[in-house]
């Protein structure tokens, strides 16, 4: 095999792998995440979510998944807060919630400093795939704002 025969095997190999976006790893307590924020000097992104909200599925499933919001969500602590189950019971998490003092719909996502202070707060969420870039960009920004504000 010639050099410009196996130059372009591997062209063809490497543009015709998939590009997997990495879940990031998301805290689940609230104690917990203030405890990493206060040791990592970070911010805590916290997200609100319930199994029956079909906005919520699309964050976790196309949003927060996605390789342009990674290096926004390096600046903080990662906090995912399931509140109901699909038969709308409550969950353990919806006592960190309502700690929080959170209100209005779901998904519901909070940044705060890292003593648990809220500094910025936002809810509702793409109602379609759609919206999935614009989601992802206002995510970032949400984030980053915050986060270089913050030392992080």
């Known amino acids: 095999m010639n050099s410009r025969s196996r130059?372009?095997?591997?062209?063809?190999?490497?543009?015709?792998?998939?590009?997997?976006?990495?879940?990031?790893?998301?805290?689940?307590?609230?104690?917990?995440?203030?405890?990493?924020a206060a040791l990592?000097?970070?911010?805590?992104?916290?997200?609100?979510?319930?199994?029956?909200?079909?906005?919520?599925?699309l964050l976790k499933k196309h949003v927060f998944t996605a390789p342009a919001l990674q290096s926004s969500f390096s600046k903080v602590v990662l906090l995912s807060l399931c509140v109901e189950k699909a038969d709308h019971s409550k969950t353990k998490a919806a006592e960190f919630a309502d700690r929080l003092k959170v209100g209005g719909g779901y998904p519901h996502m909070l940044i705060l400093d890292s003593s648990g202070k809220k500094l910025r707060e936002r809810f509702g969420g793409p109602s379609s795939v759609d919206f999935v870039a614009d989601a992802v960009e206002k995510i970032k920004r949400f984030v980053d704002g915050n986060a270089d504000s913050h030392g992080a």
């Open 7 to 36: 130059w372009f095997g591997q062209a063809v190999l490497l543009c015709s792998a998939p590009l997997q976006a990495t879940e990031p790893t998301w805290e689940t307590d609230l104690d917990i995440a203030l405890r990493r």
């Open 40 to 57: 990592e000097n970070k911010p805590i992104l916290v997200e609100i979510w319930t199994e029956w909200c079909p906005p919520c599925q």
